[in-house]
């Protein structure tokens, strides 16, 4: 079956601060990959995605890079802010169902 | 366009109660997802509907049902409602589906409905 490895939180961070986090995959099929962001009190919001191997998704800073021979998708930014504090989600479809990770709590601290 | 609605936000039962949950998709949207969010289980996918028809089912007990209406509005239900059903449930839609993930099949999630079972 289809699966996601998240890396495991909480995390915490200065504001500036380089931000990684690692997602690695299982799928059968050839998946699509997403990164998804939920904030307090609100449904997720879909943060990027990449469709095939060596696409890069990105958005508001965020990057996350499609590595088929590593079957990972690890999302970066260069520098965080406060606002950026929310809990994040990588997540897989093969078909309309979207198979998600655990999530990583991000808290980035002025 | 307005998003994704659900209703209630906020619900709290007791033990071998039922309850309906509703999902207004985006106008436009023919497929509509449920999912199932626990501190310990993550997200897991309930199952969709498309035209009326479920189209795929996660793996959840015959308890949660769910049924699409003409106008591409979404209701769940649970019966018999235990401890463990205590969960944030989000639904979301899409245009259609099927094939490579594109705009076309995105999809767009609700604020969600809390649903406490006491």
């Known amino acids: 079956g289809n699966s996601v490895t998240q890396m495991e939180g909480p995390v915490t961070l200065s504001e500036e601060a380089f931000l990684t986090i690692n997602c690695t995959y299982t799928?059968?099929?050839?998946?699509?990959l997403f990164w998804y962001v939920q904030y307090p009190g609100e449904g997720l919001q879909l943060l990027l995605k990449?469709?095939?191997?060596?696409d890069k998704g990105s958005n508001k800073g965020f990057e996350a890079t499609y590595r088929k021979e590593t079957t990972s998708f690890h999302l970066e930014k260069g520098s965080v802010q406060v606002s950026d504090s929310a809990v994040y989600f990588c997540?897989?479809?093969?078909?309309?169902?979207?198979?998600f990770g655990t999530g990583t709590r991000l808290t980035i601290i002025p | 366009k307005a998003g994704v609605t659900q209703t209630p936000r906020y619900l709290i039962k007791t033990r071998g109660q039922q309850v309906t949950l509703s999902c207004s998709p985006i106008s436009g949207h023919r497929s509509v997802s449920w999912y199932q969010q626990t501190p310990g289980q993550g997200l897991q996918f309930l199952f969709e509907y498309f035209s009326e028809t479920q189209r795929n089912k996660g793996n959840f007990p015959g308890r949660f049902s769910g049924r699409q209406f003409s106008n591409s509005r979404s209701e769940m239900n649970v019966s018999t409602l235990e401890l463990g059903d205590s969960a944030l449930y989000l639904c979301?839609?899409?245009?259609?589906?099927?094939?490579?993930?594109?705009?076309?099949?995105?999809?767009?999630f609700g604020p969600g409905t809390r649903l406490t079972v006491l």
């Open positions: 990449a469709t095939k191997a060596d």
């Open positions: 799928a059968t099929g050839y998946p699509s």
């Open positions: 997540a897989l479809t093969v078909d309309e169902k979207l198979t």
């Open positions: 979301a839609s899409s245009l259609a589906g099927r094939g490579p993930i594109s705009s076309y099949n995105e999809q767009f």
